[in-house]
C-alpha cells in the first residue's frame, strides 16, 4: 500500500454525522461550511474548508472554541488572533481545513468555568492553578471528533497549525496523520504575556517568541523564515507591516 493509500484510523463506529455543506464567503477568502452532527452527544460542529483537501500534508487547524476571544476580542488569549491567522494561512495556501470545536471552551471546563478561572487569574493564580482551584481538570478536552471530521473531509496526514504538543498527540492516538506541526504564534500583549508563559513553562506549548520578547536566544527549531512563525496580533498590535514575519524583540 503506497503512502496515499493509507486512511485515517478513527475509531470504527464513527457518531459523526454530515448534516450540510454550503458556501461561505468571508473576509478571508472563499470558504466551505460543512456541518456535522456529533450523534453521541448531540453537539454541532463545522469545519471550514478551502480549496481540495483530499489529500496529504493539508495545512489544518483544529481550534477550540474561545468565546471570549474568538468573538469578543479579549486579549486575555490569543485564541482570536490565532483563529484569524489560521484563516488567513489556509486562504494563502490555497487548500486547508479549520475544525472548530465546540465542547472545548475553556479547555473543556466550559464558559462560566472559565469566567471563574479568569477571575481566578486576576486574583493572582495562573491559568492551571485556576482549574485545579474550582476542583476541574487542567484541559478536559477530547479529540475524537476532530479525528472523525478530517477522515470524512477526505484529508489524509495534516500540517497542523499549533504550538500545543498535547494536541498533537491526542490527534495521533486517535489516527490522524500529522505530518508536521506549523507553529501559530502571536505577538504577546501586557495582558496576556503571563498567561502565554504559563502555557509554555506548565503546559507544555512550544512558544519560542515569548523568549525573542525578553532579548534572550530561542532554543526552539523552529525556523525564523517561517511566514507562519509570529502572526500579528489584531490588538494592541494592529495588523502591519510585520504581518505574517518574525518579529524582533525591538518590534513587539
Ligand atoms: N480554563 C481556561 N481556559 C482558557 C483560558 N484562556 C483561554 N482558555 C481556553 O483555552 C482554549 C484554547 O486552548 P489553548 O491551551 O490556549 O491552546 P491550544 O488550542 O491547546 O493550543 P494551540 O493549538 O497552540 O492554540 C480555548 O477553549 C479557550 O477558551 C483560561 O484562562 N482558563
Ligand atoms: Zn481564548
Redesign the pocket.
Known sequence: MSKADVALDVPAQSTIERVVNTRLSTSYGELRAIGYLDCGNAREQVALVHGDVTGQDVITRVH???LT?DVFGST??E?GD?LSAALRTIVAEGAGVLVYLQG????G?GLLS?LK??RL?DEGLD?VE??LALGLPVDARDYRVAAEILHDLGVRSVRLL???PR?LEALRRYGVQVSEQVP?LIRPNEENLR?LRT?QER?G?SLPHLDDVLGQPSTDSVSPNDPTRLASASRPFSADANEGRPTTPDSV
Open positions: 477550540s472554541e474561545c476571544g486575555h488569549c485564541c490565532q472545548h471552551e475553556g479547555r471546563i472559565k478561572a479568569m487569574q491559568t485556576a482549574n499549533s504550538n500545543n494536541k501559530l498567561y502555557k503546559l506549548h
